[in-house]
Nanobody
Framework: QVQLVESGGGLVQAGGSLRLSCAAS????????MAWFRQAPGKEREFVAI????????FYQDSVKGRFTISRDNARNMVYLQMNSLKAEDSAVYYC????????????????WGQGTQVTVSS
């Protein structure tokens, strides 16, 4: 079992920055992928970024490349999402997720989810 708790969301102006945090507890395997998803009102939950828990490899959705950075602190069991140059279309509830494979990109690829944190970008 893995428990995930997100924090760091809020209201920011377009062009601003936010840093989301995800505190993980429980058994995280070295090959797990730790990801961020987001869901805007009326839309499906979509993949944002993923990091390999031990190797640190990363992968991003095209729309956030160059603006968002995913990172982790293994010693503290933390995953972060640094979001820069935010746009109105980045507004959503952001979820942290854990799954058994770094190659996961779909909702069904991840077994554990946090409760989400709201990010609102005003234009």
């Amino acid at each position: 079992q893995v428990q995930l708790v997100e924090s760091g969301g809020g209201l920011v102006q377009a062009g601003g920055s936010l840093r989301l945090s995800c505190a993980a507890s429980g058994r995280i395997s070295s090959n797990d992928g730790m990801a961020w998803f987001r869901q805007a009102p009326g839309k499906e939950r979509e993949f944002v970024a993923i990091i390999h828990w031990s190797a640190g490899n990363t992968f991003y959705q095209d729309s956030v490349k160059g603006r968002f950075t995913i990172s982790r602190d293994n010693a503290r069991n933390m995953v972060y999402l640094q979001m820069n140059s935010l746009k109105a279309e980045d507004s959503a509830v952001y979820y942290c997720a854990a799954g058994p494979h770094y190659s996961g990109r779909r909702f069904s690829d991840f077994y554990y989810w946090g409760q989400g944190t709201q990010v609102t970008v005003s234009s």
